[in-house]
Antibody, heavy 123, light 110 residues
């Protein structure tokens, strides 16, 4: 059974940093690209970032480019999101999602999602 | 980039068919066959319903179908059931190698 479990969320002041983690199990982690998608309270979905199987291709939404860094550790079956210079508008539930198609950075459809970790940016 | 355009809400009675549209540009919906649709019930994670415009993942009922014409993609649900009541989001790969979601559509089953 595929499982994605996010952690690392919490309350943080504007301008500070936070690191999210996603522990994956139930599939061959290094065969697939992985992504972060967020959802602000009561709002829609927003793709944040994605990374190919070997970290050779990485992409970011314009809203987080230069502030967030995605990474993965295939030996630990884990995905990460380092979030710096956090703003109030980054407040959201952050989902880890598995790419359906495979390891490359194309297509972007997500067949498994975690339950999310909540990040609240407030003073 | 702006979000893809979806109607805020649609409704239908059990057994009827509804269609949700998703409008983008030639740089996203119109330029690639990488449109997906997700269903999200309150408090739950999204579920993939359609990928690559018209393909259904295993386990998704064939009442759900997808199509695309020009810069507009559509999700059709036939034989509407009470459990279909949820929020629906489209997404599309873009020419910038990013992903855009639609603003979401709330489906009400009357």
């Amino acid at each position: 059974e595929v499982q994605l479990v996010e952690s690392g969320g919490g309350l943080v002041q504007p301008g500070r940093s936070l690191r999210l983690s996603c522990a994956a199990s139930g599939f061959t982690f290094d065969d697939y690209a992985m992504h972060w998608v967020r959802q602000a309270p009561g709002k829609g979905l927003e793709w944040v970032s994605g990374i190919s199987w070997n970290s050779g291709s990485i992409g970011y939404a314009d809203s987080v480019k230069g502030r967030f860094t995605i990474s993965r550790d295939n030996a630990k079956n884990s995905l990460y999101l380092q979030m710096n210079s956090l703003r109030a508008e980054d407040t959201a539930l952050y989902y880890c999602a598995k790419d359906r198609a495979g390891g490359t950075f194309e297509g972007f459809s997500f067949d498994y999602w975690g339950q999310g970790t909540l990040v609240t940016v407030s003073s | 980039q702006s979000a893809l355009t979806q109607p805020a809400s649609v409704s239908g009675s059990p057994g009827q068919s509804i269609t949700i549209s998703c409008t983008g540009t030639s740089s996203d919906v119109g330029g690639y066959n990488y449109v997906s649709w997700y269903q999200q019930h309150p408090g739950k994670a999204p579920k993939l319903m359609i990928y690559e415009v018209s393909n259904r993942p295993s386990g998704v009922p064939d009442r759900f179908s997808g199509s695309k014409s020009g810069n507009t993609a559509s999700l059709t649900i036939s034989g509407l059931q009470a459990e279909d009541e949820a929020d629906y989001y489209c997404s599309s790969y873009t020419s910038s190698s990013t992903l855009l979601f639609g603003g979401g559509t709330k489906l009400t089953v009357l």
